[in-house]
């Protein structure tokens, strides 16, 4: 009986490993996903200023207005002996 006990904790043993490295790889994989989504609300954020407040008019229309280029926020010019192409 204590053959066959020990094997089976042996055996349990041997597969905790693999049970963690695939956690860890979920894990990892997730974390991924997250920062993804992340990276996406933050351009998200960032594009929110570009708009006025929403204004709903009479006819129940909503009419969201671009600010005006002097009020929204400009990109940075490129660094001298650059040029976009």
Do not use: F
């Amino acid at each position: 009986m204590a053959p066959a006990l020990a094997l089976a904790l042996g055996t349990a043993q041997a597969q905790a490993p693999d049970k963690d490295s695939k956690e860890q790889g979920l894990e990892e994989t997730a974390r991924g996903a997250i920062e993804s989504l992340m990276d996406v609300m933050r351009t998200l954020v960032d594009k929110i200023p570009m708009y006025e407040a929403p204004v709903i008019l009479d006819n129940g229309d909503i009419l969201i207005r671009r600010k005006r280029p002097e009020e929204a926020p400009q990109p940075k010019p490129a660094p001298e002996g650059q040029q976009k192409t």
